[in-house]
């Protein structure tokens, strides 16, 4: 299944769910990993946890925004937390690949990029991962996004 707006173009699998980000010139931005794409465990224990496993280009640099003034911290080959403790900012990965994550949560979010556990991000503490998917060629067209999304502007 395929929907295309003004900037981009997502492809749904019908039979697993995972969906690819493309340009709407249809060059890949980002995928979510084709099999078991996204997990929700619940009940468990005292936490409950979403993942949303995706599969990142090799060479993509991505970045996770600090909080306030500070620079962004790389995430590639880690694994770290991008939520901030206390204050009003949401957690948001950058790719220089065009595109930002914006977790709609300010619960503890983790991005994790080291290949013996894979290639996700992981909200704790909800019963489901909602993000915005943002499109743009400029950073600044994805910070004001940001900004909007996050009632700045």
């Not at 503490?125 to 940001?146: H, P, R, S």
């Given at each position: 299944?395929?929907?295309?707006?003004?900037?981009?173009?997502?492809?749904?699998?019908?039979?697993?769910?995972?969906?690819?980000?493309?340009?709407?010139?249809?060059?890949?931005?980002?995928?979510?990993?084709?099999?078991?794409?996204?997990?929700?465990?619940?009940?468990?224990?005292?936490?409950?946890?979403?993942?949303?496993?995706?599969?990142?280009p090799k060479g993509e640099a991505l970045y996770g925004l600090g909080a306030g003034d500070k620079p962004g911290i790389k995430l590639r080959g880690t694994a770290r937390y991008i939520s901030h403790d206390g204050g009003n900012e949401l957690p948001l990965?950058?790719?220089?690949?065009?595109?930002?994550?914006?977790?709609?949560?300010?619960?503890?979010?983790?991005?994790?990029?080291?290949?013996?556990?894979?290639?996700?991000?992981?909200?704790?503490?909800?019963?489901?991962?909602?993000?915005?998917?943002?499109?743009?060629?400029?950073?600044?067209?994805?910070?004001?996004?940001?900004?909007?999304?996050?009632?700045?502007?």
């Open positions: 299944m395929e929907m295309t707006t003004d900037e981009l173009c997502l492809q749904v699998d019908k039979s697993t769910g995972a969906i690819r980000y493309l340009t709407r010139d249809k060059n890949l931005l980002l995928s979510e990993r084709s099999k078991e794409s996204r997990q929700i465990e619940s009940g468990s224990g005292p936490v409950n946890r979403a993942w949303l496993f995706l599969d990142w990965l950058l790719s220089d690949n065009g595109y930002g994550i914006l977790v709609a949560t300010n619960k503890p979010v983790i991005c994790c990029d080291i290949s013996v556990y894979g290639s996700y991000l992981c909200v704790e503490d909800e019963q489901q991962l909602d993000y915005y998917f943002i499109g743009g060629k400029k950073q600044v067209t994805i910070m004001n996004a940001y900004a909007y999304l996050c009632g700045r502007l």
